[in-house]
């Protein structure tokens, strides 16, 4: 023992511990990594539906009336609402934002195709859900791979409060 009290240690438990830290540092840097490329990942899948549907005045917009419907995607004519552009026999929108055949829904069209994406504030939510679920996945590993859990529920609850919300819009 020395003359302050304190023990030397050995230079493989120094390297041990220095080696443990290195380690946790890792996870750490890891488990950040992966939760924002999961929360990126989710605001990239969601950006490109959410555009058309937030910022629409460029874009043609009108009413389709929904024909038909498959397993994912229902097909209808769509009308022009102020005249600048031309009426289609036939675009296509996403299953899940309409009732199914008969109805008629206020749309914007995807520049260069024949996709149309709902407007107003049930579009918008149905177009962020992606991002929702990214923020539910990346909650679980931020409370269980950075422990920040305060952290975590404010992000899993902004994430459930978004999918109640699109669903709410959706359904009633």
């Known amino acids: 023992m020395s003359s302050s009290g304190t023990i030397k240690r050995s230079r493989s438990r120094r390297a041990g511990e220095n080696a ?15 939760a924002l490329f999961v929360i990126v990942a989710g605001v990239w899948y969601s950006w490109a539906t959410a555009k058309p549907a937030m910022f629409n005045k460029s874009l043609e917009r009108g009413t389709i009336t929904v ?3 498959d397993d994912d995607w229902c097909t209808g004519a769509f009308t022009p609402a102020d005249g600048s552009g031309h009426a289609r026999a036939k675009v296509r929108i996403d299953k899940a934002v ?3 055949e008969g109805d008629r829904l206020l749309v914007a069209l995807k520049p260069g195709s024949d996709e149309a994406v709902r407007t107003g504030m049930t579009g918008i939510l149905h177009a962020w859900v992606p991002f929702a679920g990214s923020l539910l996945l990346a909650a679980l590993m931020v409370a269980g791979g950075l422990r920040l859990r305060r952290t975590a529920w404010a992000m899993g609850l902004t994430g459930a409060a978004l999918l109640a919300a699109s669903f709410a819009t959706l359904t009633f």
């Open 98 to 100: 309409t009732d199914g």
């Open 20 to 34: 443990y830290g290195l380690l946790l540092l890792t996870k750490i840097v890891v488990m950040a990594l992966l």
């Open 67 to 69: 024909a038909s419907c």
